[in-house]
């Protein structure tokens, strides 16, 4: 398996450092708010990886933080008038909340800030006595840039580059406009804690090294997050961390890419900031976490609306077909026929190619292709009345059925019951358009009596009506069905 190698600048052979064993960090929320569509991709994107890992045999230590203490919690707690405590546990709830919608798997382990500040203040110290940082006299702590080597080597930024740009804002004790908080002196009415400095609280780069240390040996093998935390914060992770364990903080550092709104960069000052629940008022949660995998993690990814509406009927394509082949299967009465080679060979490169495909940095977007490529072909077996009652399409539509259900413990999607998952689907729709599916059940119960009576013409009307309503009805051997044009 090939992983893109921040720190490398290229995809590399992915080799855990200890044989089956795999450590896995990744950047969590800062818990003030509602979590947003960037949260969301971020948090599928490694939610699969963590996945894919698992299901290539690895025994994995993932860890997933909660930043339960920082100025924007502050800042949301003086506005309500609450406990920066009762912020940070009110919002991890709500995360939890909207990841489980979007079947996202609990970490191996979660733990927050305020539960590690004795660890943090033992990095900060190791740091102190080796030169790598110093206290201020008004209680902060910062660390000194210039004293690693390395700085900078995560995000490709020169020193020169940096220096240019630095200023010490008021307040501030710095030796050097570059370097960074370690741990922040008490302020008036803030949450703190003891420390040698005086009261205080840890900076938010010093967090994510304590806390990682703690359950996976350094180097871990995979660090990641969001692209826009490679710098500062990821860069600054490995500056505290290398200087005080004189070894590699991470292996692979792997993020993934921005969210754009319509073509834009999303700001509530913009009017296009949407919450993961602004959307899942309007889409299933499966949609959305679908729509999240339909571009390589590393791209951009330009959501719309129109954009989710696409993303609705490629799911809806797929269960359709998934509920056909479990249709099919029911059959009692299979025939010993010829079966075209070519197709189970088909099948064969279908599989090599989505096993390729997630080897090849979780390109997940390939691998879907081929997910719809297996599909396509059990529908064209479905439309040969020869070959659709044959054991050879048994077996192989079975073998599909199978392949799918692997990928979809991967993916997260397409592991729902088909039947049930469309009619979902079709409600949600039909609730968008501002459709009662009730309704549309009275017409079709007076569509079938008039049918009964042979009344064709009024039959054909009520069919009409529903048509104006947004609704196509279908008749099938179980009965007349519905669903939103």
Known sequence: MKLYNTLAREKQEFTPLNGNDVSMYVCGITAYDLCHIGHARSSVVFDVLYRYLLHKGYDVTFIRNFTDIDDKIIKRAAEVGQDAGEIAEKFIGEFYVDMDRLKVKRATVEPKCTEHIPEMIVLTEELIEKGHAYAAENGDVYFRVRSFEGYGKLSGRQIDELESGARIQPGEMKEDPLDFTLWKGAKPGEPSWDSPWGKGRPGWHLECSAMSEKYAPLPLDIHGGGQDLSFPHHENEIAQSEAARGKD???????????????????????????????????????????????????????????????????????????????????????????????????????????????????????????????????????????????????????????????????????????????????????????????????????????KDKDFARSDAIRDELADMGVEVKDTPQGATWDVI
């Open 249 to 451: 903080f991470a292996r692979y550092w792997v993020h993934n890419g921005f969210v754009q709104i319509n073509s834009e960069k999303m700001s509530k000052s913009l009017g296009n900031f949407f919450t993961i629940r602004d959307i899942l008022a309007q889409f299933l949660p499966e949609t959305l976490r679908y729509f999240l995998l339909t571009m390589h993690y590393r791209s951009p990814l330009d959501f719309s609306f129109d954009a989710m509406e696409e993303a609705e009927k490629g799911i809806k394509r797929v269960y359709t077909a998934l509920e056909q082949i479990d249709q099919a299967l029911e059959r009692a009465k299979w025939k010993k026929s010829p079966f075209p080679e070519e197709l189970p060979a088909e099948l064969d490169a279908i599989e090599a190619k989505w096993a390729e495909a997630m080897e090849d940095d979780l390109n997940t977007a390939a691998a879907l292709g081929q997910l719809f490529n297996a599909v396509r072909l059990a529908g064209r077996i479905a439309e040969d009345k020869k070959l659709r009652q044959s054991e050879g399409a048994r077996d192989l539509w079975a073998r599909i059925r199978k392949d799918v259900a692997e990928w979809a413990k991967v993916f997260g999607v397409f592991d729902e019951n088909p039947a049930e998952f469309l009619t979902a689907l079709r409600d949600n729709r039909a609730a968008r358009k501002e459709i009662d599916p009730s309704a549309v059940q009275t017409k079709l119960d007076e569509r079938q009596q008039a049918r």
